[in-house]
């Protein structure tokens, strides 16, 4: 029933994903709402919800145009069900705005195969990082993503290694103009950098750790068939499966170098994968199987609540 609703691009199943996707981050937020009313707090939340919505169309927009998956309701689903399996990333503002920055600079990142405006495409996807970087600091590791996706694809075009570096040195630039005229005096100016931390203790709490658990063996049960389709793959289709699995390590790279873990940096990698799993979903042919695991994904978050 399930992959039979889901496996089409119908409006009723993106309804059917929004709906659960609200009711779900209302439920995450319900504290909000039995506290004193504020409207600066109930404006948050709604924003909170819009990037989270934002998150999911940025996601199944780039996977479309650039056929990281096939024309279907899966991703949107996936994405839903995972994101409210991580209740701590749904209540902290800055990861959602992190993760919606850098969702966007990863569609110029994977847009790059098609050798168009590569500068541009370049330019826009450093700039989104590193605003993404002034909500999760962390956010930068995704500059290497740039790197690595002009290497996959093996552009000769030595010039554009540059631009990242001169973003960088722009954004840093006049950053720190806001701070010396905010402050001052350059002696007063003081730039305090989050230390890498390998601190998990936060991963003890059972909530979290059922939803990591889940999100790691989803991924080792169907990255394998993403390796396989990967070898089939004409040589012009490889580069996106790469791309992909590049982003995937990459973000792991985030959640181990991140500060202050809480479970919520998870939300990061969620956009790998949902486009590994979501092709699992498209090529298995266990339909027994492949229904068993969509109910289980959307029941995951109401465990988790549960528990």
């Known amino acids: ?165 001169v973003a960088i040195c722009s954004f840093c630039t006049v950053g720190y103009a806001i701070l010396l005229y905010y402050y001052g005096a350059p002696q007063d100016v003081i730039v305090d950098l989050p230390a890498i931390s390998f601190d998990f203790k936060a991963y003890n709490n059972l909530q979290i750790l059922i939803a990591i658990a889940f999100l790691i063996g989803t991924l080792l049960w169907t990255i394998w068939s993403y390796l396989r389709e990967q070898s089939r793959a004409s040589s012009v289709l490889k580069g996106r499966y790469a791309v992909v699995l590049t982003i995937l390590f990459i973000s792991f790279a985030f959640i181990m170098m991140i500060n202050n873990k809480t479970g919520a940096e998870w939300y990061f990698i969620l956009p790998p994968i949902v486009i590994i799993v979501s092709n699992y979903l498209e090529n298995t042919s266990s339909l027994l199987f492949k229904e068993s695991l969509l109910w289980l994904i959307i029941i995951l978050p109401i465990i988790i609540h549960l528990v």
């Open 1 to 165: 029933m399930l992959t039979k609703f889901f496996g089409t691009a119908k409006p009723i199943a993106v309804i059917a994903v929004l709906t659960y996707m609200i009711i779900g981050f209302f439920y995450s937020n319900k504290s909000v709402f039995m506290a004193p009313f504020s409207w600066v707090e109930l404006l948050k939340v709604f924003g909170m919800l819009l990037l989270f919505i934002l998150a999911m169309f940025v996601l199944s927009f780039v996977a479309q145009k650039n056929d990281l998956t096939k024309r279907n309701s899966y991703r949107i689903l996936l994405f839903g069900a995972f994101g409210l399996a991580l209740p701590e990333a749904l209540r902290d503002g800055s990861i959602l705005i992190g993760g919606a920055l850098v969702l966007i600079a990863l569609r110029r990142v994977i847009s790059l195969r098609s050798e168009l405006h590569m500068e541009r495409k370049i330019l826009d996807a450093t700039f989104w990082i590193l605003l993404a970087s002034l909500a999760v600091f962390y956010s930068w590791v995704y500059v290497i993503a740039i790197y690595l996706t002009l290497l996959i694809y093996r552009s000769n075009k030595l010039h554009m290694l540059f631009i990242p570096i």
